[in-house]
């Protein structure tokens, strides 16, 4: 269709201020990969055709009648924190429907029912936030936490370090209301209010939890809720010897301490770290020096409870296991943190140790990009140490060096390597993440814990589940979005996957 008859009826849809065709509203922001094919080649571009910012339930519903009769691709968008290219616009015309704008209200927080209505574009730490204020919290707490929104959340099952204790957003989701691709308004879930326990029907909430955008579009948002641990105590324990820090945490897992946070960090993650506690120094955002010790391997510890004494028992336990003659011989470094304002840092710090080598570096003087299928992969957790150790073997035999951390109690492991988008390079990094991903597979694993498919990792889905799951995928996707609107080309749910995932045929350099 003609793009000034797409714009001028989402303007009489939503109104001039909630429409943009502006080249600053419309680029790909935060896909590292996409800014840096952009950069180099002339041809590409995941530029949306359109920015909407809706207002309600109801400009939903018409622009999502006016697309699905005349075949316009439109992408939910909540942060735009994702890393797997699940907003990035791959056919022209693309809508960008936008919810941080003013689709951003709590709407409801019910402690009788533990539970709390929201719309799609409210921010993680705000529900915290005003959840805190009545001693609750929202437990499925991810990554990205001090960035993302609810609606993110839900459309790619998010999760995070504490998913082992807490579990992920599908675990809380008690309902939703959805927006499908003709328009239609449904209610999954909670539909009737009040009710505990029901199995009437499919369970579609759990079908729209992590389907990226591609099934229907969130307008409301049920939650579970529960009552905040009001004790916690957190130890970071480094280890000379990175066998012994893998026999720990066995060990720790058969202790059954009440664990929140029980993380690996290899020593270039705990220099990010230490580098970032400089950084907030240097601001005036934190009073002290603090410093992590950086041995071979280092775990980052956090005991919770609603009972201080059983958080100190707990924390006797630890100690004495760490302090036993199994540890003797080269015994760990230990840094106990026990007063709420020094845990923060800790985890702050955890949280943005990636920002805090990037400080220590010199800018690229070519475009970077994440290996994108290596950076969230999961291993039966007692696989976690193998995995640890051959992948070490790949990365080192292909000259990568990644950083590496891991939620090791559900094993979940991450690795960050960002690499110079050179014609020499695109085919080792090609290289590199399909023997990573053998590897991944040949333990038993998958291709993501956390950040989903979107548009980078699809082209790997069919290698995991087979041919006859991904058809049944496509199944599903036909039956709800029969004209193939809602986020195109992501999840490998299209017969065509985009040739750009392969970095191949990417045309004329700049």
Partial sequence: MNKDEIYNKLVDICGKNDVSIDDADLIATGDWIAKGLEAIYKDISFKAGFLV????????????????????????????????????????????????????????????????????????????????????????????????????????????????????????????????????????????????????????????????????????????????????????????????????????????VNLALLEYADEMTLDGMNKNFKFQLKQGKIKKKMKVPKKAGTLLIKIIGTNEKNVKQDLESLQNLLNSELFAENPPKTLLLDTPIDQEILWNARHNAGPGLARSMAPPTLPRMFIPAILDIAVPPKKVPEFLKKAKEISTSYGFLPVTFGHVMDGNVHLISAQNMTDENMPKIKGFQEKILDLVFSLGGTITAEHGIGLWKQGFLEKEFGKETIEAMRMIKRAFDPNNILNPGKMALSEEIPKIINFEELGEKR
Wanted: aromatic share 10%; charged share 25%.
């Fill in 53 to 256: 910012t809706p207002k309600n339930k109801e400009e939903i519903i018409k622009i999502l009648n006016y697309a699905n009769d005349n075949k316009i691709p439109i992408i939910p968008r909540a942060a735009n924190t994702s890393y797997g290219g699940q907003v990035l616009p791959v056919y022209p015309n693309t809508i960008m429907m936008d919810f941080g704008k003013n689709m951003n209200k709590i709407l409801e927080i019910n402690l009788d029912e533990e539970d709390c209505v929201v719309e799609p574009g409210v921010e993680f730490w705000y529900l915290q936030h005003e959840l805190a204020k009545k001693g609750y919290f929202f437990p499925a707490e991810p990554g990205s936490a001090f960035a993302c929104m609810i609606g993110g959340m839900v459309g790619n099952n998010a999760s995070g370090a504490t998913s082992f204790r807490f579990g992920t957003t599908r675990d809380y989701t008690k309902g939703l209301e959805v927006v499908l691709a003709n328009g239609k308004v449904i209610r999954t879930g909670n539909h009737r209010k009040g009710t505990e326990k029901s199995v009437s029907g499919y369970d579609l909430t759990s079908l729209f939890v992590g389907s990226e955008g591609t099934l229907g579009i969130f307008t409301e948002i049920t939650l579970k809720i529960q009552p905040y641990p009001k004790h916690e105590v957190s130890i970071v324990v480094s280890f000379g010897d990175v066998d012994k820090c893998f026999e720990a945490i066995e060990r720790i897992r058969d202790l059954g």
